[in-house]
C-alpha cells in the first residue's frame, strides 16, 4: 500500500494479508454454522406448523404432508434439517456453557469445535437409522 | 407566538434529557436474556419431540392427531412452538441487526419477521388445541359435528 509520510514523502508500506486469504480455522467454521443452521431452522419451522396443521384437519390433509415428506425432496429437506437441528443444538449448548465463563481456553477451543460437529453427525446418524429400522429396513 | 412545530421530529427526548447526555432506558439486557432462557427450555422440548416423532413415524393421522390431543403432549407441543417461534424471531433480529446497514430495510425485516412468527405460532398453537379438545365420546380423528 502507498502512503505518505509524516513529512510527506511518498512510501510503500506492507498490507496486511486480506481476510479471504486465511485457512478458515475450524473456530470460525463452528461459529458460522450455527447461524447458518439457525436460519435453516426458521425456515424449517415452517415444516412443524405444515404437520400439526395437517394432523390437526384430517385424513387427507395430513397424507398430503406425508407425502411431501416421503418425497426425494422431503427426505433432502428433512436431513438437513435433522442436522441442522442438532448441530444448533450442541452448538447452543456451547454457548450457554460460554455463558456460564466455561470453554474459552484456548485449548479445549478447537476440540469442542470438532466434538459439536462429530456429535451433530452421530446424532443425525442414529435418528435416521433408527428410522429406517422402525420403517422396516 | 409559539415556536413553529417542524414538519417531522426526529429527536423524541427532552432537551434536559439530551443536555443531561442520560436517556438509556435500563433494560438492555432482556432480549440477550430472553434467547438464553428459551435456548435452555428448548433443549428438553427438542429431544422430547425428536423422540416423539420417532416413535410416531409411519403413524396414520387418527393415531397422531390422538397423541398431540393427550393434554401432556398437548401442552408440550404448545411450549415448544411457542417457544421456539419466539427464540427464532429473538436469533433472526440478531442477524439482521449484524447484517443489514439500511435502518428502515432493517426495522421492515424486523417487523415482518415477528408478526409472521406470532402467527406460525398461533396457528400451530390452534392445530394443537384442535386436536386436544374432543367431544365427550367422540373418536379421535373422527370427524366432529
Known sequence: MVTRTSDGRLVRRPLSPHAGIYRWPITMVASILNRITAVALSVGSLLLVWWLVGAAEGPAAFAHVQSFVASPIGLLLLLGWTA???YHLFAGLRH???????????????PVSWAVLGLTVLATAGVWVAAYAEMGG | MAPQKPERILVMRSQLGRARGLGAAHAGAEHWWAERVTALALVP?????VISVLSLLGADQPVVAAWAGRPLNA????????????HTQLGLQVVYEDYIDSITLRHALVLATK???LLLALTAA?????????????VPGAPVH
Open chain 2, 115 to 117: 408478526g409472521l412468527c
Open chain 1, 96 to 110: 450457554l456453557a460460554w455463558d456460564l465463563g466455561y470453554g474459552f481456553a484456548k485449548p479445549t477451543l478447537n
Open chain 2, 126 to 138: 390452534v392445530a394443537v388445541i384442535k386436536m386436544s379438545i374432543t367431544l365427550p365420546g367422540a
Open chain 1, 84 to 86: 441442522s437441528l442438532f
Open chain 2, 75 to 86: 401442552a408440550l407441543l404448545l411450549a415448544l412452538v411457542g417457544i421456539t417461534f419466539h
Open chain 2, 45 to 49: 422440548l427438542t429431544v422430547w419431540f
